[in-house]
C-alpha cells in the first residue's frame, strides 16, 4: 500500500521560507507514474489545492493565491515531492497536506480533489506577521 509522509513544516515570520518534502513509499505494483498535489487547510476552511505536479511530465500547476511564491517539484530517484514557499504570509497559515494519483501522466488536477486517493497525515505552516 502507498503510503505519503510530509515533513518540513514550522513556524516562520511573514516574509519568510519553508521547503516542504513528501515521501512516496510502500508497494506501489505497476504504478510508476503519480500525479501529486499539496493541499492546505486553514482552521474553518475548506481544504484547498496548492500546487500539482506529474512526476511523469514535471509539468507545475499552481493555484492564483501561490503563484509567483510557491515552487513544487519531483526528485524520482529519492521518490520525493517538494514545495517550496517564499514570501510567506499569515493567510498562508495551515495544514499542508501531500496527495496522490496512482497511475497518473499529468494535468491540472488541482481543483479535483476527490480524485486524490492517498493522503499524508499533514504537517502544520504557521506564518506570523
Known amino acids: 500500500q502507498v503510503q505519503l509522509a510530509e515533513s518540513g513544516g514550522g513556524s516562520v515570520q511573514a516574509g519568510g521560507s519553508l521547503r516542504l518534502s513528501c515521501v512516496v513509499s510502500?508497494?506501489?505494483?505497476?504504478?510508476?507514474?503519480?500525479?501529486m498535489g499539496w493541499f492546505r487547510q486553514a482552521p474553518g476552511k475548506e481544504r484547498e489545492g496548492v500546487a500539482a505536479?506529474?512526476?511523469?511530465?514535471?509539468?507545475?500547476y499552481y493555484s492564483d493565491p501561490v503563484k509567483g511564491r510557491f515552487t513544487i517539484s519531483t526528485d524520482n530517484a529519492k521518490n520525493t515531492v517538494y514545495l517550496q514557499m517564499s514570501s510567506l504570509k499569515p493567510e498562508d497559515t495551515a495544514v499542508y497536506y501531500c496527495?496522490?494519483?496512482?497511475?497518473?501522466?499529468?494535468?491540472?488536477?488541482?481543483?479535483?480533489?476527490?480524485?486524490?486517493?492517498?493522503w499524508g497525515q499533514g504537517t502544520q505552516v504557521t506564518v506570523s506577521s
Open positions: 510502500g508497494y506501489t505494483g505497476s504504478v510508476r507514474w503519480y500525479c
Open positions: 496527495a496522490a494519483i496512482p497511475d497518473c501522466y499529468g494535468g491540472d488536477w488541482l481543483g479535483r480533489t476527490a480524485e486524490f486517493t492517498v
Open positions: 505536479i506529474s512526476t511523469f511530465d514535471e509539468r507545475p
